[in-house]
């Protein structure tokens, strides 16, 4: 094969592996402030990538233009879920928390498989087959765009917990609890919001992949996996690490589908995850927890 | 031996188990084929929910990736049958060692890594996944389009080949389950047993007692793994075919250990009582939609998740403890 194949998948691999690490981080966040794992996360993307679907097929709309109203549908969702029913579980042991989001994932699925069918569906936009061609170099349009999408997303969500007050207060909940609570801060609505900005990202990440891959109702655990693996890989609770570890695990995928076969790729994520959690538990850009 | 077990136990809760145990035993006398199959599938839980109590519920290990363990035991026992013509009990000797090593190799290196908590099950999900895809790409167990069993003839009921009619299927898993419970009660009041609920409460605790809290996670990962391949064996002789996609799947991992929380963690009638909630659940759903005349895929599935949330906000410890209240028969709590 010729270099430019690798290099081609390689990029490719890359940019889809942005729109991963997009979905990555909105369980990261969660993970890290309010310290529940959302066994939900795939299923609540499927939600997100159907919406986009709908939106299209019914009234034309372009995915990258419902990119906003779709993450702030998915903010509400997520910011009920918690307020309604999560919140009461964050004293609760991990076990229960599972199950509790288990639960949840498993309603998503099949919510979703009553309205929708088992069938694979898509969208087929004008720029769905268009690519650019940079020397030797051939990136798709659409993989371009999503990636891109994913880069400004995720900045403005580093900005929000950066510079903003509130995003200072939510990240006074994760640092300490007692002492949120000690100040006055209003720790269970701050939990919400958090969960409701995991659920806009995890909304945003799949409104991109939709251009992407096509959407079944079974792609929710497979994508929960996913980001988990990525999280880990990253670092659980480290922003830069959820984009990191999904750039990474992508291009592996990518050049796995290339170099061995398609349906041994999700191995070589999973080894790679092994290898993270045994040598480096904290992943690539945690810091390590007492 | 039998005077330790009971030690202890009050007469009321003695009582219960016989009447349960004889029940059982003379179920098949009055079940149709239908009916026996549910109680095949309860039992068949209540048999596996026992054994990853023993990690999660007594040592305090949360392990995601049981179906690896279901899996290993059921690939080696079909395939040594397939191949060489073994019977399932001497490969029942080849499995349990295969997947207590597996059960081993991963402990060691999560235990001694101090992977824990949240990350450990994701260790575990993640084997469990290697071995899913691993398995589909394995030639000598025909990959991913599948391992089938030659399919057994009722005309007689061979228990050392485990070929026969579902009655005695039914018997063999009875007897696994009323094993597991002994063997776990009997964990429970060894020495072994108060190690672990020492390591569940607090680690570091135990550890400054002196107690080897590696070792004895080790002890449990083991037990737990070994007691679980027996399941795959089952599973494989009872199903007659084997998908990797279908055997090692998260959603069958998740499957396993429903039962166990939903009855409750860390209790000797919880898998048991979770098992048969949970597969009553589900066929009570589809004999219900079916009577209705709902054809909607997905329609059981919504229900089920709906009755999980439920359960799950109003008994946060389970079902058994508050039964068990209830019947005053109250299970020391372990």
């Not at chain 2, 029942?92 to 597996?102: G, N, Q, R």
């Not at chain 2, 009997?186 to 607090?202: K, M, N, P, T």
Request: aromatic residues 12%.
């Amino acid at each position: 094969m010729p270099a430019e194949v690798y290099l081609n998948v390689a990029v490719g691999g890359v940019l889809a592996g942005l729109v991963y690490g997009l979905m990555a981080l909105g369980l990261s966040v969660i993970f890290g402030v309010v310290r529940v794992v959302n066994f939900a996360h795939g299923e609540m993307m499927t939600i997100a990538m159907y919406l986009a679907v709908v939106l299209f097929s019914a009234f034309h709309l372009d995915p990258l233009l419902m990119l906003v109203p779709i993450s702030a549908v998915l903010f509400v969702f997520g910011y009920a879920l918690q307020a309604g029913v999560i919140n009461r579980f964050i004293t609760r042991p991990e076990h229960s928390q599972f199950l509790l989001l288990v639960a949840i994932a498993i309603i998503m699925v099949n919510v979703l498989l009553i309205i929708f069918g088992p069938d694979a569906q898509n969208v087929q936009t004008s720029y769905s087959y268009d690519s650019f061609q940079i020397g030797a170099l051939i990136v798709d349009a659409t993989k371009l765009y999503a990636g891109c999408a994913a880069i400004v997303v995720a900045a403005a969500l580093f900005a929000f917990f950066r510079y903003t007050t509130l995003g200072t207060a939510i990240r006074a909940c994760a640092d300490n609890y007692t002492g949120a609570l000690v100040v006055g801060l209003d720790v269970h609505r701050l939990y919400a919001l958090t969960f409701g900005l995991g659920a806009a990202c995890v909304g945003a990440a799949g409104v991109m992949l939709v251009l992407i891959v096509d959407v079944t109702p079974a792609l929710g655990p497979a994508y929960t996996l996913l980001a988990f693996v990525i999280v880990i890989t990253g670092g659980l609770g480290s922003m830069p690490g959820a984009l990191l570890g999904g750039v990474l695990i992508g291009f592996t995928e990518a050049m796995a589908g290339l170099l061995f076969t398609p349906s041994a790729k999700s191995m070589f994520a999973f080894a790679i995850l092994v290898l993270v959690l045994l040598f480096r538990p904290q992943g690539i850009m945690g810091k390590r927890a007492a | 031996m039998i005077a330790r077990l009971i030690e202890g136990v009050p007469r009321r809760t003695l009582a219960m188990l016989a009447a349960l145990l004889i029940a059982l035993i003379a179920a098949p006398l009055v079940s149709g084929d239908y009916l026996l199959t549910v109680m095949i599938l309860i039992l068949y839980f209540a048999y596996i929910g026992q054994a990853w109590n023993i990690m999660m519920g007594f040592a305090g290990q949360l392990s995601l990736g049981h179906a690896l363990y279901v899996g290993l035991g059921a690939y080696t026992a079909a395939a040594l049958y397939v191949h060489y013509g073994i019977g399932p009990w001497i490969g029942l000797l080849v499995a349990v060692p295969i997947a207590a090593l597996a059960g081993a190799f991963i402990g060691f290196l999560a235990f001694r890594f101090r992977v824990a908590g949240v990350y450990f099950a994701i260790l575990t999900i993640a084997f469990a996944e290697f071995a899913r895809v691993g398995f589909d790409h394995l030639a000598w167990t025909s990959g991913s389009s599948g391992l089938f069993l030659p399919v057994a003839q009722y005309t007689h009921n061979d228990l050392w080949l485990l070929r026969g009619h579902p009655v005695m299927f039914y018997y063999v898993i009875l007897a696994a389950t009323a094993l597991a419970f002994i063997i776990c009660r009997a964990l429970l009041q060894s020495r072994v047993g108060y190690f672990w609920l020492a390591i569940r409460e607090d680690e570091e605790a135990a550890r400054s007692a002196g107690i080897d809290t590696f070792h004895y996670k080790m002890v449990a990962v083991v037990i737990s793994a070994g007691m679980t391949s027996f399941a795959g064996v089952f599973y494989a002789f009872f199903y007659n075919n084997l998908f990797p996609e279908q055997v090692f799947h998260i959603s069958r991992s998740i499957e396993i250990i429903l039962g166990p929380i939903v009855g409750g963690i860390g209790t000797l009638f919880g898998p048991i009582l979770g098992a048969l909630l949970l597969t009553g659940l589900a066929e009570t759903l589809t004999a219900a939609l079916a009577a209705l005349g709902v054809d909607l895929p997905g329609a059981k599935q919504v229900f089920y998740g709906i009755c999980l949330l439920l359960v799950i906000v109003a008994l946060p410890d389970g079902v058994w403890p508050w039964l068990a209240r209830k019947l005053g028969v109250r299970e020391r709590k372990s």
